[in-house]
């Protein structure tokens, strides 16, 4: 059984930073591209930001500049850096893994999520 759990949501003033986590744990073989989702009130979930096994990353326009994602392969970790918070970031982030399975099954994973709320 394969889980992903997110830690290092919170309340935050605009302006400051938040860091995320998201651990892999369970039977697995290999992780390849892992990704941050966010899902705000009311709104779909949209993507954030992602990595690839050669740490290739991608962002959504409206984090571009302020959220860096990064992943420790040895610890089936990856991290979401979010500076300059602003209230639309407001949301439950989500952490997304595409992973293989020691009997060779590849599937994609979801976590439990954690709120993030940018207030004053």
């Known amino acids: 059984q394969v889980q992903l759990v997110e830690s290092g949501g919170g309340l935050v003033q605009p302006g400051r930073s938040l860091s995320l986590s998201c651990a892999a744990s369970?039977?697995?073989?290999?992780?390849?591209?892992i990704a941050w989702f966010r899902e705000a009130p009311g709104k779909q979930r949209e993507l954030v930001a992602m990595?690839?096994?050669?740490?290739?990353?991608f962002y959504a326009d409206s984090v571009k500049g302020r959220f860096t994602i990064s992943r420790d392969n040895a610890k089936n970790t990856v991290y979401l850096r979010m500076n300059s918070l602003k209230p639309d970031d407001t949301a439950v982030y989500y952490c997304n893994a595409d992973i293989r399975t020691p009997d060779g099954s590849r599937a994609n994973y979801w976590g439990q999520g954690t709120q993030v709320t940018v207030s004053s």
């Open positions: 369970g039977r697995i073989s290999s992780i390849y591209t």
């Open positions: 990595i690839t096994t050669s740490s290739n990353t």
